[in-house]
């Protein structure tokens, strides 16, 4: 309710702004969204008397929030795109590929890759469950390159071609990310690098995951 009402109150001085500079926002793409535990819809708010539909999921930059911050939605679209792009590319990687190995791995890096890696310094403090997700799609990825057969593991394979599991890409990255928020000229990114003690979404977040090292494997 509270949140309704403050978001309201920002959309009018927003459709001032709007009035003042002539500009038109397109309804079709905006969104609702409410980042809460709590089941139910808050209250409906609109912006030039037209209301904004409500969803439990929305699209960012490249990057899906769902209402409860886990990002499961993120994660299970991102393994749909994987599945699809494996699929056009599987002349190149796959087993019928006359390529060498070292050639498949240029391709899934250069291709299939930036597909889970971006945003992963956000999505990366997601629960185990749906890391392991990922890192199943990795996996079922790298066997058919490699041409291994069944009774190959899963980490043989990670560990021969020296491909670090997704966890440990999570962990490096967000060491890597907080270092370069306590050297960032910007003192707007301060409050960034503070733990906070008041959290109304009890998930991990990407700070707690810092200094934090492991691998899953799936």
Known sequence: MIASLNLQEHLHIIEKWL???????NDSKSSHITFTLRKGHCPAVNINQTIIPQTEAVKCL??????????????????KQIDLKTK????????????CIENKLLIYKAVI???WNYGIELWGCASNSNI??????????LRPMANAPWYVTNHMLHTHFNIPYVSAIIHKRINKHHI?????SNP???PLLQPLNNRRLKQ??????QGICGDIAG
């Open 62 to 79: 490249g990057l899906h929030f769902d209402c409860r911050l886990n990002w499961k939605e993120h994660i299970a679209r991102k393994r």
């Open 88 to 99: 056009e590319i599987n002349w190149l990687i796959g087993k019928i590929s006359h390529l």
């Open 132 to 141: 392991v997700i990922m890192q199943r799609s990795r996996s079922k990825i």
């Open 180 to 184: 370069k928020l306590e050297t960032h």
């Open 19 to 25: 009035k003042k500079w002539k500009t038109k926002v």
């Open 188 to 190: 707007l990114l301060e």
């Open 204 to 209: 991990c977040w990407p700070f707690d995951l």
């Open 113 to 115: 890759k930036p597909i």
